[in-house]
């Protein structure tokens, strides 16, 4: 059985640990911090042996040259954000697979984001790792893509299995909640999940991970194909009411 060990780092960042007991194999899932990724592998007793990057972005990607030089592991990163992204020895792209052991996690294109953004899924320990592709009750800013290609990418990955359990890189819960209940007020699962994210950071305990399923139930921007969302948001189509949400959380206090 893989073990996910996840831990804060930077401001708001979560890292993640995937050790596979099995082979000793063990994957940085994104490296933002890497004085805090070798101290907690360290303390589990767990040897790196590669990095998996989901994007480019220096919280996600700026540790790999600290990390490969201490450890000697292997990093696989998205092809198309080869030019900013260090000490890459494998390029991704969606359709791929990866292994940790005997454990098969495939890669998905999740890009919009960032243009070459990836998500890991592992089918057999029903885990996916997102990245800034997927917040509970969010998603990441649309720096580099288009409103099409990043719908796009949430129904990839909404369509995985709803008993999925999923991992995103930061803790944003609590102010994604307010905007969701701004653009979708009417939704009863929403606000229940929005009252348990609400008493979770009174105790300073993390929302993530979160299943999949309950995101599809509460997460306005993985529901911009639902007809009265559409309606309230005064859109024809599931594209245009994404890049409403998407604007219109971008300027949300």
Not at 87 to 112: H, S
Not at 220 to 238: E, G, S, V, Y
Request: contains cysteine.
């Amino acid at each position: 059985m893989l073990h996910v060990h996840q831990f804060p780092c930077l401001i708001d960042n979560y890292g993640f640990l995937l050790h596979d007991p099995d082979s000793g194999e063990c994957v940085c899932i994104d490296t933002p911090d890497a004085t805090a990724y070798l101290a907690e592998a360290e303390q589990l007793g767990w040897a790196i042996t590669q990095i998996w990057n989901t994007h480019w972005h220096p919280d996600h990607a700026g540790g790999n040259g600290h990390i490969k030089a201490a450890t000697g592991c292997t990093i696989a990163a998205p092809a198309v954000e080869i030019d900013r992204i260090e000490e890459v020895d494998r390029l991704l792209t969606g359709g791929d697979r990866l292994a940790i052991g005997d454990n098969i996690a495939e890669v998905i294109d999740v890009g919009g984001h960032t243009s070459g953004h990836l998500a890991f899924y592992l089918p057999a320990a029903e885990i996916a790792f997102v990245g800034d592709a997927l917040f509970a009750l969010g998603c990441g800013r649309m720096f580099e893509g288009t409103p099409a290609q990043f719908w796009s990418s949430l129904l990839r990955l909404r369509a995985l299995p709803p008993q999925t359990t999923i991992y995103c890189a930061h803790e944003y819960t609590a102010n994604n909640a307010k905007f969701a209940l701004h653009a979708d007020p009417g939704n009863e699962e929403l606000r229940i999940y929005a009252e348990e994210v609400t008493a979770l950071r009174a105790r300073d305990e993390p929302t993530v991970p979160f299943t999949l399923k309950r995101e599809i139930a509460a997460n306005p921007f993985l529901r911009a194909d639902d007809r009265a969302l559409q309606t309230q948001w005064k859109q024809q189509n599931a594209i245009d009411t994404f890049a409403a949400l998407r604007k219109a959380k971008d300027n949300f206090s």
